[in-house]
Each structure stands twice: as C-alpha cells, then as structure tokens.
C-alpha cells in the first residue's frame, strides 16, 4: 500500500525543473539583453573571446531555462548548466573565494545532476530522452575539462589575458 501523502517523484522532479529553470532565466535574461557588456564582463573574468563565451553562457542559461521549464531536452540542458557550474566553482576556488560563494554552485550542480540522472519526469512537454547519458565518466571529463579553462589564464600567461582586452577595443 502506498503513502497517499508522499509526492511521486514526477512531481519532485517537475519541483526540481521550475526551480532550476526560475534560476536560469533569471541569471540569462540579463545577458540576452546586453551582449556586448555580458561579453566585456567574461573578458574581464578572464574568459576570452567573450563575444564567444558570454553569448555561449548566455543560450545555455535562457534558452535551456526554457527547455528545462517546459521539460524539453532537460538531460542535454540540465548537463551543459552543470558544466558552466563545474567551471564557476573551479574559477571560484581559483581565486581562492571562500565556501559562500561558490555553495551556491555547486546547489545548482546537484540539482543539474539529478535532472541528468532521472530526466524531466513526466510532467513535461515531451517525453523524448534521446540524450539520457549521465555516465561518470563524462562527469569526470567535465570536471576535468572545468578546471582547465578556469585556469586558462595562468596555463598561456600574460598574452592570453590581453588578447581578449584587444579584441574588444578593436570592435569598438
């Protein structure tokens, strides 16, 4: 006999994606409406082109938001949010911040994870999973993969951060 008082887990599912899709919207939206500072602002951060990465970050947080809210390709956007997650938190502990503020991080990584693992449930605007994939080996990679370009400035030295400062100028 089940609990009529426990949620199914297509409902906590579904409560994970809104959640997750809320938090994505909010933080893409901005960067939608202003390319060229979102792009300024990653140069600044050391991720350069920023044109490239600014808009790349910019899709990935609205555009998946979307996806993730309405329950559309969650495993494929669920994965990509998580790596931009890996990458904030190794950038993050690169510049040696402290555990507040890179938490938050890795909350949104769990949340992306469990998105990965158990797809949008079946509250969702379709039940296509062509991309269910969450294999560890693919998470080891992408970690991997997050704290070499958190670290891409110290890897080429001095020339690799101005080239993103020249770039910029020259396009004004």
């Not at 919207?25 to 990653?42: H, L, M, V």
């Not at 951060?45 to 044109?51: E, I, L, R, T, Y």
């Not at 609205?62 to 809210?69: A, D, M, Q, R």
Request: aromatic share 16%; hydrophobic share 55%; proline share 5%.
């Amino acid at each position: 006999m089940t609990n009529p008082f426990l949620l199914s887990d297509d409902w906590i599912l579904l409560f994970g994606r809104v959640i997750l899709a809320i938090v994505m919207i909010y933080y893409g939206w901005p960067k939608i409406k202003k390319f060229r500072t979102n792009a300024e602002d990653f140069v600044e951060m050391g991720f350069k082109p920023g044109m490239f990465w600014g808009t790349l970050v910019a899709l990935v947080e609205f555009v998946g938001g979307i996806g993730i809210l309405l329950g559309f390709s969650v495993e494929l956007a669920a994965a990509l949010f998580g790596f931009q997650m890996i990458v904030g938190t190794f950038w993050k502990l690169k510049l040696r911040k402290p555990f507040p503020d890179y938490s938050y991080d890795l909350q949104l990584l769990a949340l992306c994870v469990v998105l990965m693992a158990f797809g949008p449930g079946r509250h969702s605007l379709t039940d296509f999973r062509p991309l269910r994939f969450l294999r560890w080996d693919v998470v080891a990679i992408s970690i991997l993969v997050g704290a070499f370009l958190a670290f891409l400035p110290e890897i080429f030295g001095e020339r690799y951060r101005q080239w993103g400062k020249k770039s910029l100028a020259q396009s004004t």
